[in-house]
């Protein structure tokens, strides 16, 4: 089969095309035709090298799949045809620990828990066939193209998973109707259409062209929160309010804390999705009393300067996010369809272009996520 495969880390050099093995699968795993992988931070960071993680050589990236089924399976846990489209849910776990059982699997606490292509000893989605857990298939019965399906089970998870969290612990510190919050796409839109608990919420993300920025401002949008977002250029500046945002902050040229603090009249926002890593920000731009961090990555830097004293004194929360559950995909692509939600696409490549997608999301001038398409059709 064709794929790209990692050797050795570096730059974009290091993607290399060409003939790989395909997989074999055991009883417990199935083989997918891959029609398409998106581009994720992830791929980059696996690629460069990361201190203290370890990968092990031939790899292939790729943590955000479609494809098609190449045979009929017929397991305890999943029947389908052969053909049939899938995405695959992008964790590896154990299914026996005690957050599996339960049905948090991104939670696993097993040694091998990892993402699929990531620092993982399972290759990913840029090559022609890919072998996962059967219990990692999930069929596609949405109305997503195949490239749309592949841009979803990272950015969009993430995002969803994370604010359905911070529904939950807002419903909790503000004292709202003793409803279950963050268990179903129903329970969603309880929040979604109450006037009591959406009303006057808001939300900072970062970096509105991101697969995390625009899957944020499109699911918060929909939930009744004002959405604020940055970005770093003025075509992006555009492209954000055009997605829906209520203020779009050029943090090239504005304060961030100032515009936040003047668009809420002083009182800061209800929730900070940070996927950059600058809690220091993050936390000056949460509203005193109920504010919410939720951090989801570290583009900017590994490491990150923080005020203690206002963090505390605005008895802010902060919560780490790691993926989603099994359960929650599913119930997301329900709830985008419900919605008529789709992914931001900004560019889509072929599987030999592999490395030109990997420059342009460096490059930081995408708007949506980067596709790879595998498939010829």
Known sequence: MKAVVLHRHGGVDALRYQDFPEPLCSKDEVLVNVHACSVNRLDVWVRKGLAGREVRFPHILGCDISGYLTSDVDHPNLKMKKGSKVVVYPMIHCGSCRFCRIGKESRCISSNASIIGGFSSWHGGYAEYLKVPVRNIIPLESYLSMEEAASINIAYLTAYSMIKYAMRLMRDINGYDDVTIATTTAAVDYLANTNTVNDNLSLLVYGAGSGIGVASVQFAKVMGYKVIATVGSQDK?????????????????????????????????????????????????????????????????????????????????????????????????????????????????????????????????????????????
């Open 237 to 377: 500046l555009e492209k954000a309010y055009a997605l829906g945002c209520d203020l779009v902050i050029d943090r090239s040229k504005q304060d961030i804390v100032r515009e936040v603090m003047k668009f809420t009249m002083g009182e800061g926002v209800d929730l900070v999705i940070d996927h950059v890593g600058i809690w220091d920000t993050s936390i000056k731009c949460l509203k005193k009393g109920s504010g919410i961090m939720a951090v989801c990555g570290a583009t900017a830097s590994e490491h990150t300067n923080v005020e203690v004293r206002p963090f505390y004194n605005k008895l802010a929360l902060i919560f780490g996010a790691y993926l989603g559950s099994k359960k929650e995909l599913v119930e997301m692509l329900r709830f985008m369809q419900e919605h008529n939600i789709r992914p931001v696409i900004d560019s889509v490549f072929a599987l030999k272009d592999a490395a030109l997608a990997h420059t342009k999301m460096e490059m930081n001038n995408h708007f949506g996520k980067i596709v790879i398409k595998v498939a010829s059709i």
